[in-house]
């Protein structure tokens, strides 16, 4: 099952308990896991397969609970995920999740508000949660061919104050209101990792390249910025390219893969989001990283990528605030 529609996956999951029974099949593989205290032991059922449960409001809930037989605790597949705590039913998350990761650049919130008749405030939240697992990365340093380079988004020159349309030396500060980011692409898995960094000094670059990367093990791809040489005898080799000497591709050196990269990005940010703040830069970067590193993948591979990420990210309200 290469290609998935969404008529496909409404048949596959026409209620709220199959929707249940999905995402259990997704993230235990059949064994449900304690999420307390991490038991794989058979697990007590609660309700019976597919009936329902009164809740407190006295509507019939469809969540599938589990009792565990070590610490004797009661958890959902939704334990410890992005889903955890929603009064959204499952079904139009799953739904939310699959048009979030089968589009090419992206859902806009005001489209799932449409869409799935929610509230202005909870489809925003859901598609900020959803980009959360997106840039839930695994934490592994990668190891390989790595082509590095940085870029300005945001903030256009001629919307900024007039004094501050110059820098000192009276020319047109071009980066001034922008925020730097560093793109490491690794050529040998075709992964990226991009994030926000404060500047793009020598030493900023070395220690956001040092979290991400195993640079011992592996080769470094740049231009010839300065800031790059200083640090390079710590990766197992560097090698760059000169741009303005015109030269792009010399044997295997190439930076066009990050470049490429970039116009990407830079046109999903202006053409999706229009404006996006700092603090949500990150997350965007995280979610176009997502597209980018699982573009090989099929739909119903990259759903299932996309879930297995909804596990360990703890979002909450406070911390994201609405744009
Ligand atoms: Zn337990």
Known sequence: MAHITITQLAQQIPDDAAAYEYLERMLWKGKPVCPHCGSINDHYFLNAQGEG???????????????????????SVLTGTIFHGTRVNLRTWIFVLFEMTSS?????????????GLAPKTAWLMT?????????KSGQKMVGTIVADEAFIGGEPKNRHADKQFDQTGRVNQKSNKTPILCL???????????????????????AMAEQVDKERSDLMT???????????????HQ????????????????????????????????THHAVSKEHLNRYLG?????????????????????????????????????
């Open 223 to 237: 231009d010839e910025a300065k800031a790059y040489k200083r640090y390079a005898w710590e990766w197992q080799s």
């Open 53 to 75: 449960r009164k809740t407190r409001t006295g509507k019939i809930s469809q969540r599938r609970v589990w009792c565990c037989k070590d610490c004797r605790r009661q958890f």
């Open 104 to 116: 090419k650049n992206g859902v806009a919130a005001r489209e799932i508000e449409r869409k799935y």
């Open 128 to 136: 900020q949660k959803i980009r959360e697992a997106m840039a839930n």
């Open 185 to 207: 692409i690794n050529a040998d898995t075709g992964e990226s990792h991009t994030r926000v960094v404060t500047d793009v000094s020598g030493d900023t670059l070395r220690e």
């Open 240 to 271: 760059s390219v000169n741009h303005s000497a015109g030269e792009y591709v010399r044997d295997r050196v190439s930076t066009n893969k990050a470049e490429n990269f970039f116009s990407q990005l830079k046109r999903s940010v202006s053409g």
């Open 287 to 323: 979610e176009f990283d997502f597209r980018y590193s699982t573009r090989e993948l099929d739909d119903a591979e990259r759903m299932a990528k996309l879930i297995g990420q909804t596990r360990g990210v703890r979002v909450t309200y406070k911390r994201i605030k609405m744009a």
